[in-house]
């Protein structure tokens, strides 16, 4: 890579864009700008992804989470494909004069070059700050260069609703994890509202003294909700295990319409959670209640997992439970 992307150069860039930004708001404003960072974050997505729609996810995640974003996008196998540029994403509060701006940092890199990004990025990061790396290719996460880059990562946030085999993914994450990766899964977070409400269900008394006659979690799926399918089995059965109640599992495919059925049984108790349009049906027995459930966007599901410092070991553990009972059936 030397010679074609240099770490040096593009800071260089960076600084130079920060002198220019500020004698620019001087001019129009009298107010200089104010730079905001409080981590890297490296986004890794194929060239042929839309790269509008995430540019505007990372312009609105930075009010929140300011951050020197470094945007990888992968060009296949083209040769000399690597190109670069940097850039700046700025904003101005409510009531004050100065902007805060952020910086933004493009590279296009080849496979064959792909090897080579890990120290670059080492380079580019911000010092004394977390660097999260947010993998939106499949085909990234099942290449050898992948460790390489997660293994500068605080974080490592993925989507496993969008890999074409969903066991397999969860697999090689429980695995990664295991290694000592830190390791999110926007699939987990979407479902954050369905595990919220779930629990709920037993703070009622009655339905409490009733959790110890649960016999089986159903869970039923359709189109890209495979991963969520095992997590939403995954969870409820471990939770139940920890209460000394011992459920068995199952799960069914229905159609290629995106849909997820949960639904806990056993004496006295049964319990059913359903998407209906953009609601999250709840049924309990015989009486039926509903809350509000729209669709998350990447920017919701990524402003929540960014706000989690530390490990999650609730969905370490839930990961690891999904990617054996995927594989259970197999062996």
């Not at 056993?266 to 349009?277: K, V």
Request: hydrophobic share 50%; glycine share 6%.
């Amino acid at each position: 890579m030397p010679g074609a992307l240099s770490a040096d150069r593009i800071l260089r860039e960076v600084n130079e864009l920060w002198v220019s930004l500020d004698r620019q708001a001087h001019a129009e404003s009298g107010a200089g700008v104010q730079r905001s960072c409080t981590m890297t974050l490296v986004v890794v997505a194929e060239e042929s992804e839309d790269a509008a729609g995430v540019g505007e996810t990372i312009a609105a995640l930075m009010p929140e989470h300011p951050a020197r974003a470094i945007s990888i996008r992968l060009r296949g196998a083209a040769r000399s494909a690597l190109t670069q540029r940097v850039y700046s994403q700025c904003w101005q509060p409510f009531g004050q004069r100065r902007q805060i701006c952020c910086e933004q940092i493009e590279i296009g890199v080849s496979d064959a070059d792909l090897a080579e990004i890990a120290p670059v990025l080492l380079a580019l990061a911000a010092p004394d700050l977390p660097l999260i790396v947010w993998c939106r290719s499949p085909r990234l996460a099942a290449m050898p260069e992948f460790a390489r880059i997660a293994a500068l990562a605080r974080k490592v946030l993925v989507d496993t609703t969008a890999f074409a085999d969903a066991k397999a993914a969860l697999a090689r994450f429980a695995e990664a994890a295991v290694r000592g990766v830190v390791v999110g899964d926007l699939a987990w977070t979407r479902l954050t509202r369905w595990r919220s409400v779930l629990s709920q269900v037993f703070e009622n008394r009655s339905y409490l003294e009733r959790l110890a006659g649960i016999r089986t979690v159903a869970v039923a799926w359709g189109g890209a909700y495979e991963a969520l399918a095992w997590y939403m089995a995954a969870w409820p059965q471990d939770a139940l295990a920890d209460a000394g109640v011992p459920a068995a599992v199952r799960l069914t495919e229905e159609g290629a319409e995106d849909l997820i059925r949960v639904e806990l049984a056993g004496e006295g108790l049964h319990l059913r959670l359903a998407r209906e349009g953009e609601r999250l049906v709840v049924t309990v027995n015989d009486l039926s209640s509903c809350t509000g459930l729209t669709q998350p966007s990447d920017y919701l599901l990524l402003r929540e997992e960014l706000g989690i410092a530390r490990r999650d070991a609730v969905f370490e553990r839930s990961l690891a439970s999904a990617a054996r009972l995927a594989y259970a059936g197999d062996k």
